[in-house]
């Protein structure tokens, strides 16, 4: 079964920095992609940024482009978002999951996810 783990959240004050962690197994294939998304209280949940395991194609929403980075690491099977600059609206719930691939301009779920990490920012 596809598991993903997502860590790193906490409490930051606006401007400061943090790393999200996912940890991703049990694909049977290796060309998957894997985004992040984050849902803040009586919101929808939204994409964030997204990544191609095979090429490292990245997709990222306005909201955080030019201040989040989305990266992986093949031999730990890992996916991390960078956040710099953090606003506080970027408070939220941040959860991994799978989605179509290959990204191109969006990142579009298929129903895996990972337990979410709570962000928040101060102001």
């Known amino acids: 079964d596809v598991q993903l783990q997502a860590s790193g959240g906490g409490l930051v004050q606006a401007g400061g920095s943090l790393k999200l962690s996912c940890v991703v197994s049990?694909?049977?294939?290796?060309?998957?992609?894997i985004g992040w998304f984050r849902q803040a209280p009586g919101k929808e949940r939204e994409a964030v940024s997204c990544?191609?395991?095979?090429?490292?194609?990245?997709v990222y929403s306005r909201n955080v482009k030019g201040r989040f980075t989305i990266s992986r690491d093949n031999s730990q099977n890992e996916v991390y978002l960078q956040m710099n600059n953090l606003k506080p609206e970027d408070t939220a719930v941040y959860y991994c999951?799978?989605?179509?691939?290959?990204?191109?301009?969006?990142?579009?779920?298929?129903?895996?996810w990972g337990r979410g990490t709570q962000v928040t920012v101060s102001s």
């Open positions: 990544i191609n395991r095979s090429d490292g194609r990245q």
């Open positions: 999951g799978a989605v179509w691939a290959p990204v191109s301009v969006r990142c579009d779920p298929y129903g895996y």
């Open positions: 049990g694909f049977t294939y290796e060309d998957y992609a």
